[in-house]
């Protein structure tokens, strides 16, 4: 007998070594705008929030690239030199002279990055799917997604079984992040959840950034994914953009 909790002990303590904990954040930062302050862009204040959370990965949406409303600097360039991140912009479209997308900050080095363009099946502004795949402490690697979908119901229906294509292809454990403009009971959600995992207990709206009614931003892990949720969670982070941060910490054990 006491050889046989002598064996369960070491098991257990061989899979506390190869979990990992991970903690995210999702956040549509309004090209770094404060909406109560036209004109103004607050970059420090994202890079505060981003710090203050914790995240070791973080996917961020509505980013300029050398875009004059934004005073023409690299967003991407500057978060991650804030923040002390790696980081991989996706572009979505071009902007005045400059770009306009989707931005992964990672504290951990980024081993490999891919971008892809989602379907659109109406004329609309094109989005992108970004991909890194990171190296963790223990050694293990996993992949993190951040996307923003259209606002075009036929497109978003679309995006959705794209991501899920691509998601089911992974092996390794896959974070999807992302301002999806759809509420939990909507289509492309219903869609996503065929692959991956939502919190739907501690849920909350994100947006606005005041009074916020609407659930639109989201992390989901793909469900062939070994992993627990610790904590998942909106940020009362009002100032920086229309939308609110959302916070999560999962254990990955796979």
């Not at 679309?158 to 992040?177: F, H, M």
Request: proline share 5%; with cysteine; hydrophobic share 40%.
């Amino acid at each position: 007998m006491k050889r046989f909790f002598t064996i369960v002990i070491l098991l257990l303590c061989v899979g506390a070594l190869h979990a990992q904990r991970i903690k995210v954040l999702s956040y549509n930062i309004h090209h770094g705008n404060p909406p109560e302050i036209p004109g103004k862009i607050d970059l420090e204040k994202i890079a505060q929030i981003i710090v203050a959370s914790g995240a070791d990965l973080v996917g961020i949406q509505e980013v300029d690239v050398n875009v004059s409303r934004s005073n023409n600097i690299d967003q991407a360039k500057v978060l991650a030199e804030l923040t002390g991140m790696y980081y991989f912009f996706s572009k979505g479209i071009d902007l005045e002279k400059g770009e306009y997308g989707t931005l992964i900050l990672s504290k951990h080095k980024i081993v490999g990055k891919r971008r892809y363009d989602l379907p659109m099946v109406e004329p609309s502004e094109n989005r992108s799917l970004a991909i890194v795949d990171v190296e963790l402490p223990n050694g293990k690697q996993i992949s993190f997604a951040n996307t923003h979908l259209d606002l075009k119901a036929k497109n978003k229906v679309e995006q959705a079984k794209y991501i899920n294509e691509l998601g089911d292809w992974y092996s390794r454990p896959l974070i999807l992040v992302g301002d999806l403009n759809a509420e939990p009971e909507t289509e492309p959600i219903q869609l996503l959840e065929h692959f991956f995992v939502r919190n739907t207990k501690q849920n909350g709206a994100t947006f606005p950034n005041t009074k916020p009614r609407t659930e639109i931003d989201y992390i989901m892990v793909g469900k062939h994914s070994k992993f627990s949720w610790i904590d998942y969670r909106v940020l009362n982070e009002p100032y920086g953009s229309d939308h609110l941060p959302l916070f999560a910490e999962l254990n990955i054990t796979q």
